[in-house]
């Protein structure tokens, strides 16, 4: 996403909000949907796909290694892919924006195919490691030059005669975990991801979805994951679920302020996703899980959410996969909370589009809320009234700025953030959506 100028906005203590909030498409899927897509024989379909910066750079990406990607209406896509190991070498520089889950599968996916490519990001991307993914990459015979730390730009060059590879994925991330597992997808034999945490699976379920041989298999070294090398893979019809991860958003909001009531439905329930619900509920949230079902492979229910006060709870560090991303909303939803939210075993918020852990601490005391934060716990001190007034940094962030554009819509005074801009990245209609909930949110000046 080529980055605008600044756009400051400032949202007020809200009136009770009221309504149904439709959540866009699941970002994790959709990359994969249209990942998936471009390495498959065939038509791939998806309905109800994130159109969200990321999830473009990724669209743009596939047709850059030789996809036909087209856009038929809102949410609507056709993917003809190329096949496993059909990827074409890029003429150009490929721009992933913001996007981790994207330029990291993407490197997954072209690795083990004879070709070159150069990727780079926006100033939160080209700051992040992709030594997690490049040093496994390296297992199969790709080689890569990036800046120092390994970051972005980075040129990857694919191995010609990739070996498969049985790796122990050194910290829990679906990322590292699906690039091994594309890489895997055009070598001979089998290739083999073992994770000590279960992180989310999608990548697991749609490769089944698409026609590989893989299966799980949970050992005393861990969840062992072996998958088949060189499958054909056929396009599919793919309904993307709601992203439990931006549901946390108007989730959360209406537990945040009075008098609310709000339904979100058809919300993706993936074990691996709904780490925060769990919490929420300790918390003492009130919410109703309605017309539980599966769709398209994946659990899903609409949710009913009141307004509720809530306790502190100490979230046990085994959720953290369960809810990685979720940890910015529950940080601004712990400040109106009765005692203190500990949050430990969080280091890898330290790694996400923003140092999540210094933003939020940074952010909440600026509105004077109490936390205390070390390498890898957040500490939240709920108060009765949080005075809010402050000014919050997102640093390309847009789980940040959603968080605090929250947090505001409870505190005494206006919170403000320096930057609206980074939330197109996952959920483009989240400032209309919530005023038409009922929040009061103001441009302010750059
Ligand atoms: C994602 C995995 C997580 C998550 C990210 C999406 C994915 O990252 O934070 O937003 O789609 O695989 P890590 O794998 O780095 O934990």
């Given at each position: 996403m080529a980055h605008g100028p600044l756009r400051p906005m400032t949202s007020r203590k809200s009136a009770p909000l009221k309504g149904v909030a439709h959540v866009p498409g699941d970002k994790s899927i959709s990359h994969r949907s249209l990942i998936l897509g471009a390495l498959s024989v065939g038509e791939t379909r998806i309905t109800g796909?994130?159109?969200g910066a990321d999830v473009l750079d990724t669209a743009k990406a596939m047709r850059a290694f030789g996809a036909t990607v087209g856009r038929l209406g809102d949410g609507e896509w056709v993917v003809q892919g190329v096949g496993v190991g059909g990827f074409a070498e890029p003429e150009d520089v490929i721009d992933c924006g913001n996007a981790g889950t994207g330029v990291r599968l993407i490197m997954g996916a072209m690795a083990t195919t004879d070709i070159v490519a150069t990727f780079t990001g926006d100033a939160s991307l080209r700051s992040r490691p992709m030594g997690r993914i490049t040093d496994p990459l390296a297992l199969f015979g790709a080689e890569s030059v990036g800046r120092?730390?390994?970051?972005?730009p980075l040129t990857l060059v694919g191995a010609a005669d990739p070996v498969p590879v049985r790796y122990h994925t050194p910290m829990p991330s679906a990322q590292v975990k699906s690039a091994v597992l594309l890489a895997g997808l055009n070598v001979r034999g089998d290739t083999v991801v073992i994770e000590q945490e279960a992180t989310r699976d999608h990548t697991e379920r749609m490769l089944a979805g698409f026609g590989a041989e893989i299966s799980t298999e949970v050992t005393e070294e861990g969840r062992v994951i072996t998958l088949k090398g060189q499958p054909e893979l056929t396009g599919q019809v793919i309904a993307v679920p709601r992203d439990p991860s931006s549901a946390a958003f108007p989730v959360v909001a209406a537990l945040l302020v009075e008098g609310s009531e709000v339904l979100v439905p058809n919300i993706g329930q993936n074990p691996t996703r709904n780490g925060l619900f769990t919490t929420l509920i300790e918390m003492g949230a009130d919410i109703v899980f309605e017309n539980e079902r599966i769709e398209g492979g994946e659990p899903v229910a609409d949710l009913r959410v009141r307004h509720s006060a809530l306790k502190g709870v100490e979230v046990p560090p085994e959720r953290a996969a369960s809810m990685i991303d979720e940890y910015p909303i529950l940080a601004a939803l712990a400040a109106t909370a009765e005692g203190p939210t500990i949050m430990r075993g969080?280091?890898?918020?330290?790694?996400?589009?923003?140092d999540r852990i210094d933003a939020m601490a940074r952010g909440l005391e600026a509105n004077g809320v109490t936390v205390e934060e070390g390498e890898d716990f957040l500490i939240v001190h709920g108060a009765d009234k949080v005075p809010g007034g402050g000014l919050c940094k997102t640093h390309l962030d847009h789980r940040i700025a959603m968080s605090f554009m929250c947090l505001g819509m409870a505190a005494e005074k206006p919170v403000k953030i320096d930057d609206a801009g980074a939330i197109e990245t996952s959920f483009p209609d989240f400032l209309p959506l919530m005023e038409r909930l009922g929040a009061s949110f103001r441009k302010e000046n750059a």
């Open positions: 796909l994130l159109e120092s730390g390994g970051r972005l969080v280091k890898e918020l330290r790694v996400k589009e923003s």
